[in-house]
């Protein structure tokens, strides 16, 4: 049985979502972040780096969402949630994917967690990390959407869905306090809606119990 180390509304739901997309079979395993759950030694033993997702298959225990990802759908390529390997689709694939996860994700700690990054009680610098981090991502959010307005499809890579749409819905709905949020967007918009209207969407919203604004 697959388990899944979740929180409501984190890292984890792009994998919540492919295990729905997938039809796999699949138990959840809540990483209770409020009671540092995720430092405790029994998770730092699954992911010494104290963070969520992990999804257990079997005897293999993984880390990274991107990591996750790619697992996932090369557990069940039938699903046709990636391009055939070896395929020049299948490299573009690889191309977002690590945008994704480099590019976009690993902005998005910088603008939640500003205060992180600069010296304790340096609120005004806080603040401006928060506002030029907002601002590097409104760039790449401009890159998605043009990647929309390129190929005039419904998905990332065009006419296909593939497992990089929940990944991008998901960073997308974490820019829903933006002053630009994704859901702006000319094409990103659409986009977001499309991706609400499936059915692995509305069982995860429900499983992790996440309220309005969707994104």
């Known amino acids: 049985m697959i388990e899944l180390h979740y929180f409501p509304?984190?890292?984890?739901?792009t994998p919540h979502l492919l295990l729905h997309e997938l039809g796999l079979d699949f138990e959840l395993r809540l990483v209770d972040r409020a009671n540092n759950a995720h430092k405790s030694p029994a998770y730092l033993a699954l992911n010494p780096n104290g963070l969520i997702p992990v999804l257990v298959d079997g005897d293999q225990v993984?880390?990274?969402?991107?990591?996750?990802?790619?697992?996932?759908?090369d557990r069940q390529p039938e699903a046709g949630l990636a391009p055939a390997p070896g395929s020049a689709e299948r490299s573009q694939f690889y191309k977002w994917l690590v945008w994704?996860?480099?590019?976009?994700?690993?902005?998005?700690?910088i603008y939640f967690y500003s205060s992180r990054y600069v010296a304790a009680d340096n609120a005004a610098g806080a603040a401006e990390v928060k506002a030029q981090a907002e601002a590097r991502i409104g760039g790449l959010l401009d890159q998605l959407d043009a990647q929309f307005a390129r190929h005039?499809?419904?998905?990332?890579?065009?006419?296909?869905?593939?497992a990089l749409d929940p990944y991008a819905f998901m960073l997308c709905r974490w820019t829903r306090g933006f002053a630009r949020p994704a859901r702006s967007l000319p094409h990103l918009g659409p986009f977001l809606q499309r991706m609400l209207e499936r059915p692995a969407v509305q069982k995860?919203?429900?499983?992790?119990?996440?309220t309005e604004p969707w994104f």
């Open 204 to 210: 995860v919203f429900a499983a992790e119990r996440l």
């Open 62 to 73: 993984l880390y990274e969402t991107a990591a996750i990802v790619l697992h996932l759908v």
């Open 9 to 13: 509304g984190n890292a984890s739901m």
């Open 100 to 109: 994704l996860s480099s590019s976009v994700q690993s902005q998005m700690p």
């Open 152 to 162: 005039g499809g419904p998905w990332v890579m065009g006419a296909q869905f593939s």
